[in-house]
């Protein structure tokens, strides 16, 4: 969600970064739902916004596959996730990156770097608000339970939606399993966590701890 890093640094953007920002659209604005759910049988969703409303972290390792439908490219991320209602914090291989929903730190540990950015959700195209604007009318929520486990559908036919289906499956304690969703031009995001578990917030989570000698670029200025 860091589009001001994003746009000044190629090493930064990619299709699996870009894609993760959907995963982070459907869990802390999930609570935006909230109204919606509320006064629907929608009890799975309802259980997962509740664990967010009730201020718990959802932490888990993820692998995360991005295809594109035109060119047939996979590519995959993976790495170590905390999700609160408003901030997160990502962990992969040489890169760190918390967003609170003003500012986004990302850190290149190869570069020894620490990029500091405005957020501006005018200027991301995966923002949370630009996605979720209208969510009431523009997706239908739906769920389901099979020898799986039971699932949430977000379905829509507005051709200016960003995602058309997104699929959240859940295990038999409501935690996240994993997540797909299918673009406009059909390119597919696939998110897989293990180990998933809602913890308690820990002091200093959402801090970012650096090398003293590493690079600061505030972008903000």
Do not use: C
């Not at 935690?175 to 696939?190: F, S, T, Y």
């Not at 200093?204 to 670029?217: C, S, T, V």
Request: no cysteine.
């Amino acid at each position: 969600m860091a589009a001001a890093a994003g746009k000044n640094d190629s090493s930064i953007i990619t299709p699996a970064r870009l894609a993760l920002l959907f995963l982070i659209v459907v869990f802390i604005l999930a609570p935006l739902f909230q109204a919606a759910a509320q006064t629907s049988d929608h009890p799975h969703f309802d259980r997962l916004i509740s664990e967010f409303e009730e201020g718990r972290i959802f932490h888990a390792t993820f692998s995360h596959e991005y295809l594109d439908s035109y060119t047939g490219e996979r590519t995959r991320h993976e790495g170590e996730i905390w999700i609160s209602r408003t901030m997160y914090r990502v962990e992969s291989e040489n890169q760190i990156m918390i967003v609170d929903g003003e500012i986004s730190k990302v850190y290149d540990g190869l570069r020894n770097r620490l990029l500091i950015s405005e957020y501006i959700e005018e200027e991301d195209d995966f923002a949370p608000s630009r996605m979720l604007q209208g969510v009431d009318d523009t997706y239908r929520v739906e769920e389901e339970t099979d020898n799986n486990g039971p699932s949430i559908h977000l379905v829509t036919d507005d051709p200016f939606a960003i995602f058309t289906r997104v699929t959240i499956y859940l295990d038999s304690r409501g935690r996240p399993e994993g997540i797909e969703a299918v673009d406009q031009v059909e390119n597919q995001l696939i998110t897989l966590f293990s180990g998933g578990e809602f913890i308690e917030e820990e002091a200093g989570l959402f801090e970012m701890e650096i090398p003293e000698d590493a690079e600061r670029i505030d972008l903000r200025h």
